[in-house]
C-alpha cells in the first residue's frame, strides 16, 4: 500500500544555494521593518487575527479589549470586580508551546543542525555571523527592547500599592509578537524560499500576530490588546536608548526611559538631568 504524501520522509537541507542565499536581506530587512513599525495597530484587521490564533490553538473565542497602552489597560481592567476570575487564567505560554514551538520543531526537523544554527546567525548577524571580537562585536541586525518596558510597568503599578502577585499576573503575560522577528524572519525564508513542510494556519496566525499586533496579554477568556509604540529609539548596537527623553512611548503618552537596554531609576534621571543641567533639577 503506497504511503500518504504525509508520511513521506521529510528532506534534510544540508547547506544554500547562492540564489537562496542572496535572499536573505530581503527577508531581513522586511522583518526588521515589521519590529520596528510605529504604525497604529488596525483594529478589525487585529481582531481577527486574535480569533484565528485562539482557535488554532484549541481555546474558545475570547472577548477582545483595546488599549492605547498597556498602562491604561492595566488601570481599566483593575477597577473590575473580581477581574481575574473575569480575565480568565494566563495562556499565552500554552499558545507558545502549541503555536511556536509546534512550528520550529517541524521546520527545524527539515535542516541540518549545523545549517540551522549558521542560518540563525546570519539572520541576526549577517556582518560576522561567526564570531565576536573586541574591534568587531557582534550587533544585532534586529533591535531589542528587552525589559524596560515591564520594570516601569512593575514600578508604576508597585505606586498603587497591588499584590505583587497581581502585578506579575499582568506583566508575566504581556508579549510584543514582533519581538520575534528574528524568528519570524527565520521561518518565513525556510517557508517561503526553502519551501519546507509546515502547519499552514499556524503559520499564518504566527504571521499575523507579528505583522498586524502591538502587545498583547493573552487570558483564557479575554484577550488584552494595546497599540503599538508612536515612538522607538535605539542606540548604535539596536539596544533600546534615548538620551535625557523616552525610548519607547505611547500615543497616549505612557513613556519608558532607557539606557543602552536598562531601565534607569528615577533617582538616576535625576542624576542624569542635574549633570546637564543643574538648574533643572
Request: charged share 25%; proline share 5%; hydrophobic share 35%.
Amino acid at each position: 500500500m503506497p504511503r500518504r504524501t504525509n508520511d513521506m520522509p521529510k528532506r534534510i537541507i544540508t547547506e544554500l544555494s547562492d540564489e537562496q542565499e542572496a535572499m536573505l536581506p530581503i527577508y531581513r530587512e522586511k522583518w526588521r521593518s515589521i519590529q520596528i513599525s510605529t504604525e497604529s495597530i488596525e483594529q478589525e484587521k487585529v481582531a481577527a487575527v486574535i480569533k484565528a490564533a485562539y482557535a488554532v490553538s484549541d481555546y474558545p473565542e475570547p472577548e477582545i479589549l483595546f488599549y492605547s497602552s498597556p498602562m491604561t489597560a492595566i488601570e481599566k481592567i483593575l477597577t473590575i470586580d473580581n477581574f481575574k476570575a473575569y480575565l480568565g487564567r494566563d495562556i499565552h505560554m500554552k499558545f507558545g508551546k502549541r503555536v511556536i514551538d509546534h512550528l520550529l520543531h517541524g521546520i527545524t526537523q527539515q535542516l541540518d543542525e549545523h545549517l540551522c544554527i549558521r542560518l540563525r546567525n546570519q539572520v541576526q548577524h549577517p556582518e560576522f555571523p561567526y564570531y565576536s571580537t573586541h574591534s568587531h562585536p557582534l550587533v544585532s541586525y534586529f533591535p531589542y527592547t528587552g525589559t524596560c518596558l515591564e520594570h516601569q510597568l512593575i514600578a508604576d503599578l508597585d505606586k498603587l500599592e497591588l499584590e505583587f502577585t497581581d502585578i506579575l499576573y499582568f506583566t508575566n503575560n504581556l508579549t510584543r509578537p514582533a519581538e520575534r522577528a528574528i524568528l519570524g524572519c527565520m521561518l518565513d525564508f525556510c517557508i517561503s524560499v526553502l519551501n519546507l513542510q509546515h502547519d499552514k494556519k499556524k503559520w499564518n496566525v504566527l504571521k499575523d500576530l507579528m505583522q498586524h499586533c502591538g502587545f498583547i496579554f493573552q487570558f483564557e477568556k479575554v484577550c488584552i490588546v494595546c497599540d503599538r509604540p508612536c515612538k522607538l529609539s535605539f542606540d548604535e548596537e539596536n539596544i533600546l536608548h534615548a538620551e535625557g527623553e523616552p525610548a519607547l512611548q505611547f500615543a497616549d503618552g505612557y513613556s519608558v526611559y532607557a539606557c543602552h537596554g536598562r531601565h534607569p531609576s528615577q533617582e538616576e534621571r535625576e542624576r542624569y538631568y542635574e549633570e546637564q543641567d543643574p538648574d533643572s533639577v
